[in-house]
């Protein structure tokens, strides 16, 4: 099988493990970065870079023009860009909020809406969205984050309700704690305050979200669609 595969912010952590996990399983590869230059592991292993912010309709647009010129209409989309500006509600400006829910809620929609295009004509399509087990649990400094990955699932379902019988699915992924730049920044003692609370009591390897993504976009998972799979060794449970 080789399809054409979107990662969007596919250059680091969660992202690049997806795109690293499709690329090696033969399918057709383009991923969006920011800023920077993409990953020479990328190049070497056939992965098409493009350059998008997903705040900006206008680069969404761009991204996809070339994506479809090189690999043809995106078949799986995965919705992996997102952002964190954690702070109390006190101290929270409109822009710290509205910055986060413009990259992780609307941004989503931004690149969904387009992908939606190309699947409709080929009456088939896969979208996961990544979310987080802190947009079930909530977590005190990140109501913004949080809020705007809650949005993802019902977004994600009224899509599969609107979109089922086109043969498109949506589903989330909730990632639990993953070792990436984003939670670098966590001090030691927050990290071992979180290790505590894990059942499996370690962090996800971005390896492990990628495995999950693989499977929603694979045909075992045809009859799946609505879904919020938990990948976050327990963290979640319940929610
Ligand atoms: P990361 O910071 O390493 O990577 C985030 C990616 O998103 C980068 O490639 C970045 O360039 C891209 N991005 C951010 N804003 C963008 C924009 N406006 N336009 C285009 N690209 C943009 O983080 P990560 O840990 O790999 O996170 C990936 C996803 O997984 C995010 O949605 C994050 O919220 C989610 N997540 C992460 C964890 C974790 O513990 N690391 C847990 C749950 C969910």
């Given at each position: 099988m080789s399809r054409s595969v979107l990662v969007t912010g596919g250059n680091r952590g969660i992202g690049l493990a997806i795109a690293r996990a499709f690329a090696e399983a033969g399918d057709k590869v383009a991923i969006t970065y920011r800023s920077g230059e993409p990953p020479q592991e990328l190049t070497a292993l056939g992965v098409l870079a493009v350059r998008c912010d997903i705040t900006d309709s206008e680069q969404v647009e761009q991204a996809y023009k070339e994506v479809e010129d090189k690999h043809?209409?995106?078949?799986v989309l995965v919705a992996n860009a997102g952002i964190t500006k954690d702070t109390l509600l006190m101290r929270m400006s409109e822009e710290d909020f509205a910055s986060v829910v413009d990259t992780n809620l609307t941004g989503t929609f931004r690149v969904v809406k387009r992908a939606n295009r190309g699947m409709l004509r080929a009456k088939k399509g896969r979208v996961v969205l990544i979310s987080s087990v802190v947009g079930l649990l909530g977590a005190g400094g990140q109501s913004n984050y949080a809020a705007s990955k809650a949005a993802l699932v019902g977004f994600a379902r009224s899509l599969a309700r609107e979109l089922g019988s086109r043969n498109i699915t949506f589903n989330v992924v909730a990632p639990g704690f993953v070792d990436t730049d984003m939670t670098k920044v966590l001090t030691d003692e927050q990290r071992a305050a979180i290790v505590a609370q894990v059942p499996l009591a370690r962090y996800a390897q971005p390896e492990e979200i990628a495995a999950a993504v693989s499977f929603l976009a694979s045909d075992d998972a045809a009859y799946i669609t609505g879904a919020v799979i938990p990948v976050d060794g327990g963290l979640g449970m319940g929610h």
């Open positions: 043809g209409a995106v078949e």
